[in-house]
């Protein structure tokens, strides 16, 4: 579902010089398989997410989602794809404030082409299944950062993805809160067969996944000391 090979990514230094932040990158994730993605602080993990997900571009190497290869697509074709086949979800769940838990999760169906009813419906059915029915019309400051954090679950659910791609999903939650959110990220894999790359710094997170994969030095490894596995 998920392929990446020999991705590189550089960014120019302001010296003038190259900064070489991933080197080389392998990485297949295949349907319904969950991978953790651990790592120091400046790795590269969201770097690395972010080219998964085609926010971002490669400086070398090839994505590929669904079986469709992304370079040398244009910005609207990748644009397509990535909302076909991904949904993320980030450490600050970016809902819009001015929009209720509803409309929030309405908006990619409704950027997508999406009929009104439509996205309303499903987007009601998310939000029951993360367990805000009773939160649909709260705005983001209306609800805890749990809270916030599901409808950011069920938004990045809307458009139906193959692909979950989160990044410290429960970085700013405390310990009972993320532990729910953990649960409700699997419940919600295993029902709709996802794919899913999990970067995160949370060490019973991480054990959740099938695979826990470590970015070192560039380079995507197994988990454990420089040399193991």
Do not use: Y
Not at 148 to 177: F, K, Y
Not at 188 to 215: D, F, I, P, Q, Y
Request: aromatic content about 4%; hydrophobic content about 40%; some cysteine.
């Amino acid at each position: 579902m998920l392929v990446a090979e020999r991705l590189t990514k550089r960014f120019r230094r302001e010296d003038g010089g190259e900064l070489e932040v991933l080197r080389g990158v392998d990485l297949r994730v295949p349907k319904g398989e969950a991978v953790s993605i651990v790592g120091a602080s400046g790795a590269g993990k969201s770097t690395l997410l972010h080219l998964l997900g085609a926010l971002d571009r490669p400086s070398g190497g090839t994505v590929r989602l669904g079986g469709v290869e992304l370079a040398g697509l244009g910005a609207r074709e990748t644009g397509e794809i990535r909302n076909r086949f991904v949904g993320f979800v980030f450490q600050f769940h970016h809902l819009l404030r001015e929009f209720s838990a509803l409309e929030n999760v309405m908006m990619p169906q409704l950027i997508g082409g999406a009929a009104r009813e439509a996205a309303r419906r499903r987007a009601s059915d998310l939000l029951g299944a993360v367990g805000l029915s009773g939160r649909l019309d709260h705005r983001p400051w209306q609800l805890s950062g749990g809270e916030q954090q599901r409808v950011a679950v069920a938004r990045a659910l809307a458009n139906e993805p193959a692909v979950l791609l989160a990044d410290e999903p429960s970085g700013n939650l405390d310990t009972r809160t993320s532990e729910e959110l953990h649960n409700l990220l699997f419940e919600l894999k295993a029902a709709r067969e996802l794919s899913m790359v999990l970067v995160t710094h949370n060490a019973e997170l991480a054990r959740r996944a099938g695979r826990t994969l470590c970015l070192r030095d560039g380079v995507l490894g197994p988990d454990g000391p420089p040399g193991a596995g």
